[in-house]
């Protein structure tokens, strides 16, 4: 079955720190993965997608996020926190097969508090 | 930058009552979705509509919940007769071809 998992419900860093948010998936089958970041009362905001080639993707506001097929991971990272990425971050996959579809499945969330 | 809308922002409702949420699609979009978000949940998959009809729907999404694209820009959902349990926010999303889905800023649903 396909599932994602972002196992710290919360991380926290201080600025001007590096951040590393976690994201594991189970899929069958070559993933697309993507991350989207959810700021309070508002919607879902796209930061980035892995789909082929470079396992290194780079995204909006300073993130990036590494491929590792071998240990099905998707991490998102960025060299130096804000205060301003404070938000929830979700992890989420599909099948990279053609079809009308092509639903994401989410993962938990992870809440990420920065620190002055 | 183009972007997908939704209306209400928020609404309250009487159990069993019907409510409908709308949502304008990014213009050029062909492939529309509803999700939902129950408060300090993950967001979950509801369904999916492309060339006019539904291609794929959750085990959510009974028959108490309908989608229809009346018109060439809006894509609504209704549910016909709202549980308690159907509070939740509940985001529209679209995308083109490519691979990235697009999504509203969603709509508050509180059933009461």
């Not at chain 1, 879902?44 to 909006?60: A, E, R």
């Not at chain 1, 938000?87 to 994401?104: D, E, I, P, Q, S």
């Not at chain 2, 979705?33 to 998959?45: A, D, M, P, S």
Request: net charge negative.
């Amino acid at each position: 079955a396909q599932s994602v998992a972002q196992p710290e419900d919360q991380v926290n860093v201080a600025e001007g720190n590096p951040l590393t948010v976690k994201c594991t998936y189970s899929v069958s089958g070559n993933p697309y993965l993507f991350w989207y970041v959810q700021y309070p009362n508002r919607g879902l905001q796209f930061l980035l997608k892995y789909i082929t080639g470079d396992n290194l993707v780079k995204g909006s506001y300073g993130f990036e996020a590494e491929f590792n097929k071998s240990q099905t991971s998707f991490h998102l990272k960025k060299p130096s926190a804000l205060v301003s990425d404070s938000a929830l971050y979700f992890c989420a996959v599909r099948f990279a097969y053609g079809g009308a579809t092509n639903k994401l499945i989410f993962g938990t969330g992870t809440l990420l508090a920065v620190q002055p | 930058e183009p972007e997908v809308t939704q209306t209400p922002s928020h609404q309250v409702t009487q159990m069993g009552q019907e409510v409908i949420l709308r949502c304008v699609p990014i213009s050029n979009h062909l492939y529309f979705y509803w999700y939902r978000q129950i408060l300090g949940q993950k967001v979950e998959f509801l369904v999916s509509f492309y060339n006019n009809e539904i291609s794929e729907k959750s085990e959510i999404f009974d028959d108490q919940f309908s989608v229809e694209r009346p018109d060439g820009s809006n894509f609504t959902l209704k549910i016909r007769s709202t549980k308690l349990e159907d509070s939740a926010m509940y985001f529209c999303a679209s995308k083109r071809t490519t691979d990235t889905i697009y999504f509203g800023e969603g709509s508050w649903l509180t059933v009461v």
